[in-house]
């Protein structure tokens, strides 16, 4: 049910400049999803009456990531005057006139936070009727945080920016999480009495803290147990470690759920991802998009797939694939590339460096070593020879290949489209095909061969094979 009494309010304003990227800071990606899109799916989650994010430094393509992955998405343009404070203070004005309940206020750059944490954060706030709760956490280096001072009775009694910290306060080791609720009426009465006074001359939101506190109002500060929940990502390295600790957890859920991960730490697998039970994931292999993987089917080692559904049994290794299809007891590998609209039904065979291009093999067929199948069409039961080309483009357009069923091709072949090869024929080593072979014939283009004696003597005199063709006798 809709929580009618809290708004979340995401701020995603910040350029993020030490990231050092084109690519804004929020949308770099996460188990396959922008880090924004992390946080929005928690402040989803909660069933607020609505969720505002406040945008600024590219704002349409972060507006284009909010309206993504929320349902009724609410976006507020942050003004000139920088800071938390003014973000949130102009949020306050997209909530729906009369709003009287509480505030849930999130970064954009916090990607593990989760819903759970935040429902008891707001829990634990109404049980108190204090006027704000914070979340804040322990860390051996509190480096870039926020301190939290506390009263000498251990109650919260403000929040201090690390650039606006004295030395005593920056040997504090609890710090500000960013995350915060607050009660909506008194939010709006400190929020116009904060100031831009301060070393970055910023309206900070952390001030609306002491301000309250001053006023007489309670205010408190939760610890969460878990500190890596509400790790802030400013960098690569940073990213790249809630990158990790999110990777752990997604893997060690699906081996709960009876998947096999034979080494944890080499496997990745995006969140869109979807396994069943008796998958096994062999090292050094990578599941990302929305790929699917059925019953049985053994992926990796060394393996990377993109959107791609996989079979009951089937196999795939040492293979790079995107956007293809491998059906039920189908082998893939090794080194072997498929490109998008690849199909490889059941049964098949994709084999030892094969690259595969908006083609359709069908049930059984098999494609098995050194050959290139783009744009085609291949029946049931065939065999295309080791080293086949399927000669698809003519400088200007794309055309198609049809192999038919039980075809068997020899190697060493180019097929050049579009061209047909019916049923059950048979194409001889070294054949070019230019013409549609009709069905049940063989189709052979190569010249006799002619053997001109004594060659190497007379052309390579002097040499090891001119020797060696002395020595025989022949």
């Keep these: 049910m809709v929580d009618e ?89 997209a909530l729906p006139a009369g709003f009287d309940g509480d505030v849930l206020v999130v970064n954009g750059d916090v990607p593990l936070l989760d819903a759970d944490t935040l429902t008891d954060l707001v829990r634990r706030h109404r049980a108190s009727a204090a006027a704000a709760t914070i979340l804040s956490a322990e860390l051996a280096d509190p480096t870039g945080y926020g301190r939290i001072v506390r009263t000498g009775d251990g109650l919260l009694d403000r929040i201090v920016e690390q650039k606006d910290a004295t030395d005593s306060e920056l040997a504090l080791r609890e710090i500000n999480a960013g995350v915060y609720v607050f009660g909506v009426a008194q939010l709006r009465d ?29 205010v408190s500060a ?28 997604i893997v060690r859920g699906w081996q709960l759920a009876g998947v096999t991960v034979q080494d944890p730490a080499t496997t990745w697998i995006d969140l869109k991802a979807t396994l069943s039970p008796d998958v096994t994931i062999l090292p050094n292999t990578q599941i990302k998009g929305a ?38 007891g189908a082998t893939v590998g090794p080194w072997a590339f498929l490109r998008p609209n690849t199909v490889l039904d ?20 098999k494609v098995p070593h050194l050959s290139y199948v783009g744009d085609t069409e291949v029946g049931v039961g065939a065999n295309v020879g080791a080293g086949t080309i399927t000669a698809n483009y003519d400088g200007v357009e794309k055309h198609r290949t049809v192999v038919g069923d039980h075809v068997r091709t020899g ?64």
């Design 411 to 474: 190697s060493h072949n180019v097929f050049v489209a579009p061209v047909r090869i019916g049923d059950g024929a048979y194409t001889g080593a070294g054949t070019v095909v230019r013409k549609d072979v009709p069905a049940g014939s063989l189709a052979v283009n190569v010249a006799p061969q002619r053997n001109i004696a004594g060659w190497v003597v007379q052309n390579r005199p002097g040499t090891a094979a001119a020797q060696a063709a002395e020595e025989s006798g022949e």
């Design 5 to 93: 009494r809290l708004a979340v309010v995401v701020l995603a304003a910040g350029q993020g400049t030490r990231m050092r990227s084109a690519t804004p800071k929020l949308l770099h990606e996460i188990a396959g999803l922008p880090m924004l899109a992390h946080v929005l799916a928690t402040a989803n989650a909660l069933d607020a009456a609505q969720v505002v994010t406040v945008v600024r430094h590219e704002r349409d393509r972060i507006v284009g990531v909010v309206e993504e992955h929320l349902e009724n998405p609410v976006t507020v343009d942050q003004d000139e005057i920088p800071g938390t404070g003014r973000a949130v203070e102009q949020a306050l004005d």
């Design 190 to 218: 400190q929020l116009a009495k904060v100031s831009t006074e301060n070393a970055q001359g910023e309206k900070y939101l952390t001030d609306v803290i002491g301000l309250l506190r001053r006023a007489g109002s309670d």
């Design 291 to 328: 790929t699917s993987i059925a019953t049985g089917a053994v992926v990796g080692p060394d393996t990377t797939l993109v959107d791609c559904e996989i079979g009951e049994n089937a196999t795939v290794r040492r293979a790079d694939a995107t956007l293809a299809v491998v059906g039920a």
């Design 346 to 365: 059941a049964d098949g065979k994709i084999g030892t460096f094969v690259e595969t291009k908006n083609s359709h093999i069908g049930a059984g067929s």
């Design 222 to 249: 939760v610890v969460v147990d878990e500190a890596w929940k509400i790790a802030g990502v400013n960098d690569r390295a940073q990213l790249s470690e809630a990158a990790a600790k999110l990777n752990a957890l």
